[in-house]
T-cell receptor
Framework: GNSVTQMEGPVTLSEEAFLTINCTYTATGYPSLFWYVQYPGEGLQLLLKATKADDKGSNKGFEATYRKETTSFHLEKGSVQVSDSAVYFCAPDTGRRALTFGSGTRLQVQP | KAGVTQTPRYLIKTRGQQVTLSCSPISGHRSVSWYQQTPGQGLQFLFEYFSETQRNKGNFPGRFSGRQFSNSRSEMNVSTLELGDSALYLC????????????FGPGTRLTVL
């Protein structure tokens, strides 16, 4: 079955620091890849997606590139803000609307 | 366009009871998926409904069931509640084709005492 490995958190950064959250996956075929974010007490919000190899998803300054050869979809942001503090989830979808989520990476941004 | 809505937002039940949670998808979306989120197991897929039919099911016991109505609204039911069923239950809607994007609701926080 599908599986996702995310870097363990919490990741603690100062405001304006560079962010990388690693994600690697195993899946059948070539899934669409998603990053979701969960703020305290809320559901999941779609952050970005990529549907094929070498696609780059981007949103709100976050970027991730679909790397088929390394089965990775690392999340990056050039300058984090306190408001980015949340839990980030990587998830592949092989087309059955059954997302497989990683364990989540908690990001804490300090002013 | 209104997002995915879930009711109730919070629920407290006791062991042995049953519970029904409701999810209204984004207008025009025909697929509804349900997920359970717990600190120990993380986010796990429960099942997916499309056009009133269950299309996909995760690895949960039969106490967990669901249904979908003709207007695409969905309910999930948990019977004979156990302490371990305490969780955040999230539903997500999508148009239902291929690898389309799922949009999540705010969740229902279920506490079993």
């Amino acid at each position: 079955g599908n599986s996702v490995t995310q870097m363990e958190g919490p990741v603690t950064l100062s405001e304006e620091a560079f962010l990388t959250i690693n994600c690697t996956y195993t899946a059948t075929g070539y899934p669409s890849l998603f990053w979701y974010v969960q703020y305290p007490g809320e559901g999941l919000q779609l952050l970005l997606k990529a549907t094929k190899a070498d696609d780059k998803g981007s949103n709100k300054g976050f970027e991730a590139t679909y790397r088929k050869e390394t089965t990775s979809f690392h999340l990056e942001k050039g300058s984090v803000q306190v408001s980015d503090s949340a839990v980030y989830f990587c998830a592949p979808d092989t087309g059955r609307r059954a997302l497989t989520f990683g364990s989540g990476t908690r990001l804490q941004v300090q002013p | 366009k209104a997002g995915v809505t879930q009711t109730p937002r919070y629920l407290i039940k006791t062991r042995g009871q049953q519970v029904t949670l409701s999810c209204s998808p984004i207008s025009g979306h025909r697929s509804v998926s349900w997920y359970q989120q717990t600190p120990g197991q993380g986010l796990q897929f429960l099942f997916e409904y499309f056009s009133e039919t269950q299309r996909n099911k995760g690895n949960f016991p039969g106490r967990f069931s669901g249904r979908q109505f003709s207007n695409s609204r969905s309910e999930m039911n948990v019977s004979t509640l156990e302490l371990g069923d305490s969780a955040l239950y999230l539903c997500a809607s999508s148009q239902g084709g291929g690898e389309d994007t799922q949009y999540f609701g705010p969740g229902t926080r279920l506490t079993v005492l």
